[in-house]
């Protein structure tokens, strides 16, 4: 656990200019992106988040987080991640097009990276040694509200990827000591059932195998079980003082 | 009583009829006796030999010399076991019933169009069910849900590049990659990680050709049985390869317990 | 808590039936039947490896029990006995052991310059590719059989009336 709060320090300080440059551009783009409609934009924005990508594979696990082990696979899994956005740029898979539910969890999905250092804060941690906006957790919640933002069309394998990281991320809570973490798959789960249902909408046929409701009752059946075990993982940590605050 | 119906039309039909029986994945005999038994309600007899990629057939009137020899070329369509067993009720229903070979091509393409399963439906289902695998072999509960997530990205990764028509094997190596790249994170953590990577690939297993090679095998049309072997174990290769590319990657945090 | 053992594994065996049954697209109505067949073989598979009998002759009595079963339900949703019992197999594949081998394999190729760890990753591949491919091969086998001894009513099943039995 040392020696993972001691990369973050090392990396949020070597490199927090740059951390700055980075996430005044993402602001700036996603204003963009809000406010009009033009491919460049969006192309952009594609290439934006590739570049984070990359930057999360090689200099946050790659470089700094060198002493943590398993920082490779780490590394290779978001570099496959910043691929598929590539790719996504290409073929101009995500459309960006907005859909309107539950924009006001897009918004707090959006604003959360910044939530994330003043939790750090609020629990008595300093400077280097905080949560910044450009982690790994920071860059997947901002990912997810973008896309649950303009949910008209999602490329759904990069949310299944930033699942998975999330629910590692969930896990790390404990072994790592970090609850800020836990905003991220809190806010996650309702993200994730309106990806489905819009993935449901997309590729339902009629008639379909089986009725659309057994489909329906699936999905629900899933999401409940996410729920509920995800409270059950968060009464535990409590109950067991896992998280020392 | 048939004598309406010519013999090259019936042959069209049961050709198309066996060769998509062999197209989805049933196996050799049944194949086989199906058709010889359409033939037979249409009082011809059937003959055919079935190989990897086409069926020759010869149809022979059962009253006359009249002969007709069709060769067809076997789709390569999704295993669908829908079709199977409702394909197989479709020649009994004209065995017992004497429908008209226009109503068995209406009742054959009804069969063939209706929906297949939804994609959906499909890739929760295997999730679950790739996490229960895990459970089954001892992973506790942590395994299973790093299972789930890693089986549903793969699977997820699997419906989209079957829809674009990718190649099979280039399929199944990237499926496994990334499945079990998933399912290596449980590395980070101290719980039944070797089970976790184990069981996230075996969505993939090619169960049905595999059994389907066995089956005929032993029921002596060893051709076809093997065909369908080498074609099942040319994918669990492939498994195999992208499941190792992560053991390369990962290797020197491997445990064996 | 034996019991409890035994339907927690039949019950994660169904779902885990359910599951790769889907994949192949069986009719509806066949769900529940393939769900009983993998939990009742899988259930037996458990209790005969905890009374000491190795994996492959359990898997042999799994597979019988599937088998017939499969002839038994067939009839009753015209369904052909493969369309019910390849899903149900399918949880019983030995995937641990598969998994060793291709883990064993690539060790192997790591170690080539160390002989101890050489012979030992050597041992291991091949031991876990007989048990491999002796289980699946014996859960294919046991499973067929009862085509093969109730051969007319095999190949009658997805017939829908009855009358004579002939063909």
């Given at each position: 656990m040392k020696i993972f709060w001691d990369t973050i320090a090392d990396y949020n300080q070597t490199t927090w200019v740059a951390q700055l440059f980075i996430i005044l551009i993402g602001m700036l783009l996603t204003g963009m992106l809000y406010r009009s409609n033009k491919t460049w934009i969006k192309t952009a924005m594609k290439g934006y988040l590739a570049f984070t990508y990359l930057w999360i594979a090689?200099?946050?696990?790659?470089y700094f987080g060198e002493?943590?082990?398993?920082?490779l696979v780490m590394t290779i899994f978001w570099s496959l991640m910043a691929l598929v956005w590539i790719w996504d740029a290409a073929k101009e898979y995500t459309t960006f097009e907005r859909d309107r539910q539950l924009d006001w969890l897009a918004w707090i999905l959006l604003v959360m990276p910044f939530i994330y250092p003043a939790v750090s804060l609020a629990r008595g941690m300093e400077f280097p040694q905080i949560t910044s906006p450009l982690m790994p957790c920071s860059v997947t919640i901002f990912t997810i509200g973008l896309l649950l933002l303009f949910s008209k069309k999602i490329n759904l394998f990069i949310v299944l990827c930033l699942t998975h990281w999330s629910i590692i991320g969930v896990a790390k809570t404990y072994s790592y000591?970090?609850?800020?973490?836990f905003l991220l798959a809190v806010s996650a789960v309702p993200a994730l059932y309106i990806f489905f249902r819009q993935y449901f909408r997309h590729t339902l046929k009629q008639p379909s195998k089986p009725d659309a409701k057994y489909i329906r009752a699936l999905l629900i059946l899933l999401f409940t079980i996410m729920g509920i075990s995800l409270t059950g993982t968060f009464v535990w940590g409590v109950v067991n003082h896992a998280f020392t605050l | 009583m048939r004598r309406d119906e010519s013999l090259q039309s019936i042959a069209k039909f049961i050709a198309e009829y066996a060769a998509h029986m062999m197209g989805c994945g049933v196996h050799t005999s049944r194949v086989v006796r199906s058709a010889k038994r359409i033939g037979d309600a249409y009082e011809t007899d059937v003959n055919i030999s079935v190989f990897q990629r086409n069926i020759i057939l010869t149809l022979k009137e059962n009253n006359s010399d009249k002969i007709h020899s069709e060769v067809v070329d076997i789709p390569a369509l999704p295993i669908s076991f829908e079709h199977n067993a409702e394909l197989s009720a479709l020649s009994w229903n004209i065995y017992d019933n004497n429908l008209s070979l226009a109503d068995a091509w209406k009742l054959y393409n009804k069969i063939v169009n209706a929906p297949s399963i939804d994609s959906l439906f499909v890739l929760i289902l295997v999730g679950f069910a790739n996490a229960s695998f895990c459970k089954l072999f001892g992973g506790d509960w942590f395994s299973m849900t790093i299972v789930f997530s890693a089986t549903i990205t793969g699977m997820f990764l699997k419906q989209q590049m079957q829809r674009k028509h990718f190649n099979h094997y280039i399929i199944f190596i990237v499926c496994a990659f990334i499945a079990s790249l998933c399912a290596s994170t449980a590395y980070l953590f101290d719980t039944t990680s070797e089970i976790a990577l184990a069981t996230s690939v075996l969505y993939l297993v090619p169960g049905v050709p595999l059994i389907n090679g066995v089956i005929d095998i032993v029921e002596g049309y060893t051709l076809t049985g093997f065909a369908r072997l080498v074609n099942a174990l040319m994918l669990v290769l492939c498994i195999a390869i992208g499941l190792s590319l992560t053991l390369v990657l990962v290797k020197d945090n491997l445990i064996i317990n | 808590m034996f019991i409890t053992d035994i339907l927690i594994d039949a019950f994660f065996a169904a779902v885990a039936g359910i599951g790769f049954g889907a994949i192949s697209d069986p009719?509806?109505?066949?769900f529940p039947y393939i769900a009983l067949l993998a939990a009742a073989g899988h259930a037996c598979r458990f209790c005969l490896m905890s009374y000491g009998i190795d994996i492959a002759t359990a898997s042999m009595f799994g597979g019988l029990i599937i088998g017939f079963g499969s002839l038994w339900l067939g009839k009753r949703v015209h369904c052909p006995m493969t369309v019910l019992y390849i899903p149900a197999l399918l949880p019983m594949i030995p995937g641990k052991f598969a998994y060793r081998i291709v883990f064993s394999l690539i060790m192997f190729l790591q170690n080539m310059d160390n002989p101890t760890e050489r012979t030992r990753y050597f041992e291991m591949f091949f031991s876990n590719s007989i048990v491999t491919l002796t289980v699946i091969f014996l859960l294919a086998a046991s499973a067929t059989l009862p085509i093969f001894i109730f051969q007319k009513r095999a190949f009658s099943l997805t017939r829908h009336n009855n009358k004579q039995l002939s063909a």
């Open positions: 090689f200099v946050y696990y790659l002493a943590r082990s398993y920082h000591n970090i609850p800020e973490d | - | 009719p509806l109505k066949a």
